[in-house]
C-alpha cells in the first residue's frame, strides 16, 4: 500500500536557518506528492506540489523535487522566518479505485526564533 | 477559486447529544469529499469518503453509525456524530475533489469539544 515517512520533529530553527524536513514515500503506480502547511488552530493549506518525476514544486520561497530514483520529496527552505511556524505534512496522492485518495506523513512540527 | 468552508468552526455539547458539521465547496462542484480527524500532534486520519447522491466509503475502525456522512449535493456534505461522547472530542477537517482534478482543497476545519 502507499505510506509517507517524513522527518519526525519538533524542528526549532532561528530566523534566516536553512531548512530541511525529509520525506520519503512508498506508492504503487504513479503518484502525485505535496507538502501542505497547518497553521496554529486552522485546517490544511496545499504549499506546494509535483504530479511527475522531476518535476519542482516551489511557493514562498519553499521548494521540493520529485525523486523517484530515491523515493523522496524532501522541503527546503533557504532562510526561514518566524512566520513560517507551522505544522507541515508530507502527502501522497494515488487513485484508490474511483476516488483519489491522499496518504498523510505524521506531520513535521517547525518552530522559528527571531 | 477552489474554496472550502465549514461550519461550525468550533462546537462545544453534552455528552450524548448529536452535532452536525457542515461541509461546503463556494466556488466548484465538488464530486467527492473527503472527512479526516485529527488528534492532537497526530496526523490526518481518514475517516470516509463521500461521492454526491450515494453512500459514503467509511474507512476501516470507523464506526457507520456514529458518523453518519450525507452528500446531498455537488455543494455540501454533512457530517453528524451521534450520541457524542468525550472521546469523540477532536478536530474534524473536511476536503473536497473537484471533477477531474487530483487534488483536494481543504477546509479550515472544525474543533469539537464533548463535555
Redesign the interface.
Known amino acids: 500500500g502507499n505510506s509517507v515517512t517524513q522527518m519526525e520533529g519538533p524542528v526549532t530553527l532561528s530566523e534566516e536557518a536553512f531548512l530541511t524536513i525529509n520525506c520519503t514515500y512508498t506508492a504503487t503506480g504513479y503518484p502525485s506528492l505535496f507538502w501542505y502547511v497547518q497553521y496554529p488552530g486552522e485546517g490544511l493549506q496545499l504549499l506546494l506540489k509535483a504530479t511527475k518525476a522531476d518535476d519542482k514544486g516551489s511557493n514562498k520561497g519553499f521548494e521540493a523535487t520529485y525523486r523517484k530514483e530515491t523515493t523522496s520529496f524532501h522541503l527546503e527552505k533557504g532562510s526561514v522566518q518566524v512566520s513560517d511556524s507551522a505544522v507541515y505534512f508530507c502527502a501522497l496522492g494515488n487513485s484508490g479505485g474511483s476516488n483519489y485518495k491522499l496518504t498523510f506523513g505524521k506531520g513535521t512540527l517547525l518552530t522559528v526564533n527571531p | 477559486g477552489a474554496v472550502v468552508s465549514?461550519h461550525p468552526s468550533r462546537v462545544i455539547c453534552k455528552s450524548g447529544t448529536s452535532v452536525k458539521i457542515e461541509c461546503r465547496s463556494l466556488d466548484f462542484q465538488a464530486t467527492?469529499m473527503?472527512w479526516y480527524r485529527q488528534f492532537p500532534?497526530?496526523?490526518?486520519m481518514?475517516m470516509a469518503?463521500s461521492?454526491e447522491g450515494s453512500k459514503a466509503?467509511y474507512e476501516q475502525g470507523v464506526e457507520k453509525d456514529k458518523f453518519l456522512i450525507n452528500h446531498a449535493s455537488l455543494t455540501l456534505s454533512t457530517l453528524t456524530v451521534t450520541s457524542a461522547h468525550p472521546e469523540d472530542s477532536s478536530f474534524y477537517?473536511c476536503?473536497a475533489?473537484r471533477s477531474s482534478y487530483?487534488?483536494?482543497?481543504?477546509?479550515?476545519?472544525t474543533?469539537l469539544t464533548v463535555l
Do not use: A, V, W
Open positions: 465549514q467527492t473527503f500532534k497526530k496526523s490526518l481518514l469518503t461521492n466509503t477537517i476536503s475533489r487530483n487534488e483536494q482543497f481543504f477546509g479550515p476545519g474543533r
